[in-house]
């Protein structure tokens, strides 16, 4: 049995709930939901655990807070014995436009101290990252404000199909690969 930790990044408490920082928790909220998971408080976070196609996919949200996501990461790869190859961090990405999807499998933390974090406590930038688009429409100095600020009515009413597509991405992690996956997903 093909088992896969897909971590959402975000900080909890309900101030955050809505916020573009938020997308990967987001995202793990809006799959559970599709398959009618509940989620349970266990260390380091919240989980939720479903088998499609043979593999069994454990969903992640850290109550970590965001910077430091790499405890709880580190402590779920360990626990369910979960290759790397197997592990699919989802984050928010101001360098892409709103909605748009990138599957990598290694690369910088682009500054994101969620990232970092995870980077540090794996020791590698060797790690599955599925970014999603929140874009740059911040005016200068105003960075922390955008991305822990709320959705416009215009990116809400986008959402629920970019999230859609969110989810046959992580399906599609599990069972064709990151590479049919990046192939099929990156750009889309």
């Known amino acids: 049995m093909k088992k896969f930790l897909i971590v959402g990044l975000g900080n909890i408490g309900e101030k955050y709930q809505n916020t573009r920082h938020n997308i990967g928790f987001k995202i793990i909220d809006f799959l559970a939901e599709k398959e009618s998971l509940s989620f349970t408080t266990d260390k380091l976070g919240d989980l939720a ?8 996919f454990i969903l992640l949200k850290p109550s970590t807070y965001m910077n430091l996501s790499g405890k709880a990461v580190l402590y779920w790869l360990t626990k369910e014995k979960i290759p790397l190859e197997n592990l699919l961090v989802i ?6 436009p709103f909605g748009s999807i990138r599957l990598k499998t290694k690369g910088s933390d682009g500054g994101h101290n969620g990232l970092k974090d995870i980077q540090e ?3 590698t930038t060797k790690y599955n990252r599925f970014r999603f688009g929140i874009s740059d429409a911040f005016s200068k100095g105003r960075q922390v404000d955008y991305v822990l600020g709320n959705w ?4 809400n ?3 629920p199909e ?3 597509k969110s ?11 990151v590479n049919n996956t990046m192939n ?3 750009g889309k």
């Open 184 to 186: 099929s997903f990156n």
């Open 157 to 159: 009413k986008l959402l």
């Open 152 to 155: 416009t009515d215009a990116e």
């Open 49 to 56: 655990s479903y088998r499609y196609k043979g593999r069994t």
């Open 91 to 96: 984050t928010d990405d101001l360098n892409l």
């Open 162 to 164: 970019r999230l859609e």
């Open 121 to 123: 406590k794996l020791n």
């Open 167 to 177: 989810v046959e991405l992580i399906k599609s992690f599990g069972t064709a690969g």
